[in-house]
């Protein structure tokens, strides 16, 4: 029997971060609205805790992990590494492929990895509460288990076509004890002022985030929290390279692609950024970044200056961005519908460091059928994004003879997910709309 599994005992989770800005060529700083200079961390402190606001700016190459946050993380880390030998075979790939598991997770997803970081440093510097968006819910889900294992309320501003389309993550929400608004919402002057023009606005990530910035921004005791995009989020998720790197060392191999989906970038910053510091040494290796045709940042964005959320409350970001008023279609992977992208993901790309390619959501359903047909797994539509390039990529290994490695990242599952799935049956004439 081949082994597909490579476990790593609890102590092997790893005890520091590791920072990627120590090592970019040419690191873009956030510019305040403000002034349009380089951001103070003064002029985060009112939205951040200290030591994110540090960890954001930070040059240091390796973080040390408090012990606090290990110890949560030991909750469902190491994570699985597994080696999709089913897969393998029903393609008749000479590839190896790779995936790392990050749906074991309480919340079913990576977005945990930080939030418990995010909410252990909130804690320790007396915040009350955090106020924060999601889209698809993963996120929200994520940091209101994180709120609950600290003690400190949470309140999610959720998508309204989101909130609508996926009623479980709402009650995952409600479960873990945090409150929960379709966005745009009455309980802002930017959501009310959206909803006078438009009440049947459907929302975005960017008006969500522009709600949760203002209701931290009036409220004293209250802090902001984002699960993805920054520099700090990249940073934290970078537990999953880390294992994936030491585990992939007990298999005895190394990547030459990998692969993982992009939303915001925080999974394929944490899957990717251990590896590229070898590629930085001048080791021979791909990136591949997937986002959704419906929402292509980095193939068809602009590299610019320009704000995190529609309302232009947040510092300007360099990178990839479709605009801050862009609102992407309705679509299944509710998680990649972001208007811009992880400013070191972007810097990256911007230096040919990592390739992007943009996947229909037809061809991303067939290789999530075909995953948990064969796997057994179902993954989250925004986590099929990235099985679909490995497949992709092992079907071009198979027609070149190469014995390519390739590793993805396995971001989260898609029980909660199942609606999308049933859509998918009756888009290709199986089944019923759900
Ligand atoms: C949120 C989410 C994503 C996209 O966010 P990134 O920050 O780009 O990783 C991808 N997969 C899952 C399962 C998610 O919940």
Known sequence: ???????????????????????????MPPLSPATGKPCKPEELAEVFPEAVIEQEMSTERWIDIPDEVRSKLAMWRPAPLCRATFLEQALGTPAKIYYKYEGASPVGSHKVN????????????????????????QWGSAISMACAAYGIDCTVYMVRCSYKQKPYRRSLVHLYGAEIYPSPSDRTEFGRKILEKDPACEGSLGMAIGEAMEDTLAHKDVKYALGSVL??????????????????????????????????GSNFGGIAMPFMADKFAGKNIRFTAVEPA????I?????????????KLTPMMKMYSLGSDFVPPPDYAGGLRYHGMSPIISELVNENMIDAVALKSIDVFAAAEMFARTEGIVPAPESAHAICEAINEAKRAKEEGKEE?????LSGHGFIDLGAYDSYFAMTGRGEKA
């Open 405 to 409: 490695t390739i590793l993805f990242c």
């Open 294 to 297: 419906v929402c292509p940042t």
């Open 114 to 137: 930080t939030a418990v970081a995010q909410a252990y440093y909130n804690h320790k510097e007396g915040t009350k509460r955090i106020a924060t968006e999601t889209g698809a819910g």
């Open 1 to 27: 029997m081949r082994q597909r599994q490579f476990n790593l005992s609890q102590t092997e989770i790893p005890t520091q971060w590791y920072n990627v800005c120590a090592d970019l060529k040419n690191p």
């Open 299 to 311: 193939t068809e964005g602009e590299y610019k200056y320009d704000f995190g959320d529609t309302a």
């Open 231 to 264: 520099n700090h989020v990249v940073l934290h998720q970078t537990v999953i390279g880390l294992e994936a790197k030491k585990q992939l060392e007990l298999a005895g191999d190394y990547p030459d692609v990998v692969i993982a989906c992009v939303g915001g």
